[in-house]
């Protein structure tokens, strides 16, 4: 299935959703949510200064969002983290206060079109995202 340029399974949709509007959305419910968090960035803050980037989120209002309303029961959620100690210290957190079980966490190591990292494993970088993998626990 083909939906704005995005190919899906079956029975799956594309939503790229403002959370300023979350009441106004519809009641459906999902056995699968990939959420890509507007995490508080540096960087994004200076680019930002510049008329570009994007709107950037609190933990804590990130956590105020209806996780378990919008997951069926056994549903899975995906959540990209940073490599922030306190962003993935906020997942955690968020799984408890949403009733999740934590699943497993899957490693996507950012390579060059020639198959190098983009970066050196330093204190500062690392050449990896995350994505922490949480289940609705059944009623």
Known sequence: VEQGGVILPPKS???KQDLMNIEE???ST???IVMDP???NKH???VKMTGAGYMMMDNDDLEKMPVTKLLNDDGLLFVWCTNKVKHRAAVTAWFTSWGLSMVGTWYW???TKHGEMVTQFTQDKQPYEVVI???KLGP
Request: a positive charge; zero cysteines; hydrophobic letters at 40%.
């Open 44 to 46: 994004v803050k200076r």
């Open 133 to 135: 993998i949480g289940q």
């Open 30 to 32: 999902y056995d699968l």
């Open 25 to 27: 959305w519809d009641s």
């Open 109 to 111: 190591v950012k390579v």
């Open 13 to 15: 949709e594309f939503r």
């Open 38 to 40: 507007p995490w508080s």
